[in-house]
């Protein structure tokens, strides 16, 4: 009797085992799936937002717009008082707000110069943006001093250098940023498309930063020939529509 009773105690301790690691197994396997299933999500997270901008900065760019300064004979201004000097002799002409373009407030009043060229392409840009989505675009920087551009690589490991072949085109007063903040999809896709044929052609040399937040353009000097020649195809296309319209009519 005794021994049936031990026999009885073992397997019911047995049966409670085996019930207990199977209630362990069932409350720990869905705790895996959910981890994986997490798992998975956090790497399509990862993958949605892989950037890839049409515009992007190279070291070459980076050489083509020191060779442009170059070429152009400019000088990498030093200080406030080269600054000063060249915007009396008009060499680098001031950037207005208006209607169609804010200068941030973080743009010292000193520093809202840059090229004629560079402005004339800063209008057009602004002008057929806000042609397009009736809002200003924002500067963020124009001409930069080499002490400036010093003090900022003290706080901004990406910014470019104050000396050699890859050098800030800020320095020499031929180069914006235009700020992407607050910029919609459609928008960032048009900005794109008005500058990339300019890009592939060297007119400009433009990159979409991504911490900084801007759009960093260096603009070339052949930049008001190419524009006067765009503008004379486009005078000249409507032109033969409209003798065409009015051959029709005859």
Not at 3 to 18: D, E, G, K, Q, Y
Not at 181 to 187: D, L, T, V
Request: hydrophobic letters at 40%; a positive charge; proline letters at 3%.
């Amino acid at each position: 009797m005794r021994v049936v009773r031990n026999t009885f105690i073992f397997v019911f301790v047995l049966s409670l085992l085996a019930s207990q690691s199977a209630f362990a197994l069932h409350t720990r396997t869905p705790n895996r799936t959910v981890s994986r299933r997490h798992a998975r999500l956090r790497r399509a997270s990862v993958r949605r937002v892989y950037w890839n901008p049409v515009l992007r900065g190279s070291r070459e760019s980076l050489l083509r717009q020191n060779e442009e300064i170059d070429r152009l004979q400019l000088p990498r201004i030093a200080n406030d008082d080269e600054l000063l000097q060249l915007e009396q002799r008009q060499e680098l002409v001031r950037i207005a707000d208006s209607r169609e373009l804010v200068v941030s407030a973080k743009v010292e009043d000193i520093r809202r110069y840059c090229r004629p060229w560079t402005l004339q392409f800063l209008n057009d840009l602004a002008e057929a943006h806000w042609a397009k989505f009736h809002r200003p675009l924002e500067l963020t920087s124009a001409v930069r001093t080499v002490e400036q551009q010093a003090k900022l690589r003290r706080t901004n490991r990406n910014a470019a250098p104050i000396e050699g072949e890859t050098a800030s085109s800020h320095l020499a007063g031929l180069t914006i940023d235009i700020g992407k903040k607050g910029m919609s999809r459609a928008e960032r896709k048009w900005f794109d498309q008005y500058l990339v044929e300019m890009q592939k052609n060297h007119i400009i040399e433009a990159a979409e930063e991504r911490r900084q937040a801007c759009y960093h353009i260096m603009v070339g000097e052949s930049y008001p020939q190419w524009r006067d020649e765009r503008t004379a195809m486009a005078d000249s296309t409507k032109e033969r529509i409209r003798e065409n319209a009015i051959g029709v009519k005859n």
